[in-house]
């Protein structure tokens, strides 16, 4: 069994929920306002680099 979740199989999961880009963004922005060392950690353990993560986290 793979541990790893890849963030192509996180945001196919959101889409198969019904979340457009416009959601995931606002999901991200809502982790990030209320647990940013917990977004920082879950773009971590997604496995991005560090300038993925600092682009993600400053928009």
């Known amino acids: 069994m793979n541990n ?3 963030v192509q199989e996180w945001v196919g999961r959101f889409q198969a929920i019904g979340l457009d880009e416009a959601a995931m963004r ?3 922005r809502l982790f990030e306002t209320e647990n940013p ?3 920082q ?3 971590e353990w997604l496995g991005l680099p560090a300038e993925k993560i ?3 986290r400053q928009r």
């Open 4 to 6: 790893k979740v890849t």
């Open 26 to 28: 606002k999901w991200h």
């Open 37 to 39: 060392e917990g977004h």
């Open 41 to 43: 950690s879950f773009l």
């Open 54 to 56: 600092a682009e993600i």
